[in-house]
């Protein structure tokens, strides 16, 4: 009996640690399939948002800024067109090598122009990419040996509180953030872009 119990609680902490572990895929545990967009309004006027909005570029340098509607952020920043509330998703997408980024969930209320997105108490959980290797935004900007992945996996479970982001090449779990949600989430993007003007993807999901 003993032996038994013993082997339902590991049982348990092999799932906890198969779903920290491993990216979850269709055949897994997601009910809901994520097809993620990007808002094109809410992308400042240096970035471009691809006519499916699936994916994020520079915007060309030479034509003339887009005008800022209400919903355009200040900073270089895009969010996803879609709330994520009371779910469970899994989506991928690429992530650019080329110049660091800052990646992950916050809630609506979030003031994206005046709060650091690098602090969770402030209702942002992202991770961001430096000198090719990830740092975990968890207020310490804790780095890690973590290499830039070419393709990002992010995991919400909103009502266990769980944000986990994994290299969705390699199945390495990088990072999980453990909260809990009261609010509507957002994809939230940060990426920077220079004056030297390029055309390749920022980011773009799968
Ligand atoms: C892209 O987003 C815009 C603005 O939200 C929307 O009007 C348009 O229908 C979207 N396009 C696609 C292909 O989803
Ligand atoms: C932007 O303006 C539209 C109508 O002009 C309004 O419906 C929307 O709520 C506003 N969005 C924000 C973020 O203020």
């Given amino acids: 009996m003993f032996i038994r119990i013993f082997r339902v ?20 545990i997601v009910s809901e399939e994520a ?17 499916d909005n699936k ?29 994520l509330l009371d779910t469970r998703v899994y989506f ?26 690098t602090d969770p108490d402030a209702g942002i959980w992202t991770i961001a990419s430096a000198e090719g290797k990830i ?8 780095p890690t040996l973590h290499v830039i992945p070419a393709m990002l996996g992010l995991y919400l479970d909103y009502a266990r509180g769980q944000v986990s982001f994994y290299d969705s090449v390699v199945k ?14 957002r994809f939230y993007a940060a990426v920077p872009v220079g004056q030297e003007e390029t055309h390749d993807m920022l980011i773009s999901f799968v």
């Fill in 92 to 117: 991928v997408l690429k992530v650019t090598q080329r110049v660091p980024w800052t990646l992950g969930l916050r809630t609506e209320s979030f003031n994206a122009d005046r709060s650091p997105d």
């Fill in 35 to 51: 097809d993620m967009t990007l808002n094109p309004q809410s992308a400042h006027y240096l970035l471009k948002v691809s006519s």
């Fill in 172 to 185: 390495r779990h990088l990072h999980t953030y453990i909260t809990t949600f009261k609010e509507k989430l």
């Fill in 9 to 28: 609680c590991r049982d348990n902490v092999v799932v906890l640690l198969t779903l920290i572990a491993f990216p979850p895929g269709k055949e897994g």
């Fill in 55 to 83: 994916s994020l570029y520079q915007a060309s340098l030479s034509s003339p800024p887009r005008v800022p509607t209400n919903e355009t952020y200040l900073l270089c920043i895009c969010v996803s067109s879609k709330n």
């Fill in 135 to 142: 740092i975990i935004n968890d207020g310490k900007a804790t």
